[in-house]
């Protein structure tokens, strides 16, 4: 079966602008999660959405905002991109029953602010 | 609030030789505990994971990981290792909220 599909793969943005990054859980799975991963401060937990609810939402400022859709496909968008926003964001989809249902990621979306 | 620590952040072996990466915990609750391997410009893949039950969990790639709960670690471990082993790895741990945390990573090169 198809995995978790990120788009894009690549992005470049400037300073101040605005970023949507899509993510698209394997079939059947209700629960897409967001990470942002950075040489300095590793993987970092942004949010989890399941069934459109956000259930837990990480430590970052309300620039990172995200959503999900009914048929589960994810978004998470950051406005007023600053320098230290560049990063590889990974999206996780599983079931979302329960800890003993594995996570699968994405290839990731590799952003970069200049 | 969960964390993890793994020690070393880089960590060099010779092709054949024991693969031991160590990882520690702090959790409080049941903790489930993760292996993932990341090579370059990838993703996450899950080498194997321990929820409830048998303690020494076998992976794929022939790795595999012993919980020890008295020692709050999850030690990663493969007999031999082989080029292709090359890559980060990951420690993480679950709980009731919907997140996973993770170690800083170890970075693992295998030389001929």
């Known amino acids: 079966k198809a995995g978790v599909t990120q788009t894009p793969r690549y992005l470049i943005k400037t300073r101040g602008q605005q970023v949507t990054l899509s993510c698209s859980p394997i079939s059947g799975h209700r629960s897409v999660s967001w990470y942002q991963q950075t040489p300095g401060q590793g993987l970092q937990f942004l949010f989890e959405y399941f069934s459109e609810t956000q259930r837990n939402k990480g430590n970052f400022p309300g620039r990172f905002s995200g959503r999900q859709f009914s048929n589960s496909r994810s978004e998470m968008n950051v406005s007023t991109l600053e320098l230290g926003d560049s990063a590889l964001y990974l999206c996780?989809?599983?079931?979302?029953?329960?800890?003993?249902?594995?996570?699968?990621f994405g290839q990731g979306t590799r952003l970069t602010v200049v | 609030a969960q964390s993890v620590t793994q020690l070393g952040s880089h960590v060099s072996v010779s092709e054949g030789a024991l693969v031991l990466l160590r990882c520690n915990y702090s959790s409080s609750v049941p903790p489930y505990l993760f292996w993932y391997v990341q090579y370059p410009n990838q993703g996450l893949q899950l080498l194997l994971k321990?929820?409830?039950?048998?303690?020494l969990v076998k992976g794929i790639n022939g790795f595999e990981a012993e919980f020890k709960k008295s020692e709050t670690s999850f030690h990663l471990t493969k007999p031999s290792a082989h080029m292709s082993d090359a890559a980060e790895y990951f420690c993480a741990v679950g709980g009731s909220n919907y997140k996973l945390t993770f170690g800083k990573g170890t970075l693992l090169t295998v030389n001929p």
């Open positions: 321990y929820t409830t039950g048998a303690t």
């Open positions: 996780a989809s599983s079931l979302g029953t329960g800890w003993d249902t594995e996570a699968f």
